[in-house]
């Protein structure tokens, strides 16, 4: 592969990777301002699903699917490609985006654990060493002075973030064996929706919810920019980079993301948050590379 090519991936990627990063900020932003998170997942994974299922339509890519595949897309779409949405918009909205983006980046911590009980993968040294790093790192950023700062809700449901995304990394794999990226989103997503609107009916969450002109712009943001475009970018850019580089890159996102809430929101890390979130970042580095 040519240095063109390789250039193209990680133009791609890192783009991908800074429009997740800026979401938190809008996300944040919207949040604060009264909208509801489980209102914002449901717009979201249903103006997603069906955006996808015109882009499968246009490219004339075959959405038949078995029996069997459905409960395979019904597990990943609820247990991972919503939860995740779900617990994190959740975090953001009880801390920051700083918290709830460094506390979903304890995942590869998970399904390196996950490897070692359940698959018998060898526990080496740089594993080891990574893991008590992000559980250090964590333990700095949640606490001040020894005791944990954050509201309890908001400290699970970021820990529940990392789970399921470390579901859907771990599950995501099997499915994408029988399907094409684009397939496995379109319908994960529409099987989420269908899940938060069975759970919470449209009656009822829109009952109380009023939108203002900067929360369609915030929302179609949601929508657009970090949700289909960079899922795409991110997949094309997977045809260039191999694995570890595609890992690497990933950390743009965290970054990003403490970036433009500092910019735009304020929100500010302490001395030892930053060294928390440096801690996972070099976690997550070491892992990937081991």
Do not use: C
Request: net charge positive; aromatic share 12%; charged share 10%.
């Amino acid at each position: 592969m040519g240095d063109n090519e390789r250039i193209k991936g990680l133009v791609l990627a890192i783009l991908a990777t800074s429009l997740w990063g800026i979401n938190g900020t809008v996300t944040r932003y919207l949040l604060i301002n009264n909208l509801d998170p489980v209102v914002l997942v449901q717009i979201r994974l249903t103006v997603s699903a069906l955006l996808l299922f015109i882009l499968l339509f246009i490219l004339k890519i075959n959405v038949k699917i078995s029996r069997d595949d459905i409960i395979s897309l019904l597990i990943l779409g609820i247990f991972g490609l919503s939860l995740v949405q779900m617990t994190y918009f959740y975090t953001i909205s009880l801390t920051n985006v700083a918290t709830a983006v460094f506390l979903q980046y304890l995942s590869p911590v998970f399904v390196a654990l996950y490897g070692v009980f359940f698959k018998a993968e060898e526990i080496t040294g740089s594993k080891l060493t990574a893991i008590g790093m992000s559980l250090l790192g964590s333990f700095l950023i949640v606490t001040q002075n020894g005791e944990i700062q954050l509201p309890f809700m908001g400290l699970l449901s970021g820990l529940l973030s990392a789970l399921s995304q470390s579901f859907y990394i771990i599950y995501g794999k099997k499915v994408l064996n029988r399907f094409s990226p684009i397939t496995v989103l379109a319908y994960g997503w529409l099987f989420g929706a269908v899940f938060w609107w069975l759970l919470i009916p449209p009656n009822k969450a829109l009952m109380h919810q009023v939108f203002t002109l900067r929360d369609v712009f915030g929302i179609s943001y949601v929508i657009i920019f970090a949700t289909v475009i960079p899922f795409l970018l991110y997949f094309e850019s997977l045809k260039y980079l191999n694995s570890t580089t595609m890992s690497v890159v990933s950390l743009v996102e965290p970054v990003v993301a403490v970036i433009v809430a500092y910019l735009v929101l304020g929100e500010k890390l302490t001395p030892l948050s930053t060294l928390g979130a440096v801690l996972i970042l070099f976690a997550i580095y070491k892992i990937t590379r081991s």
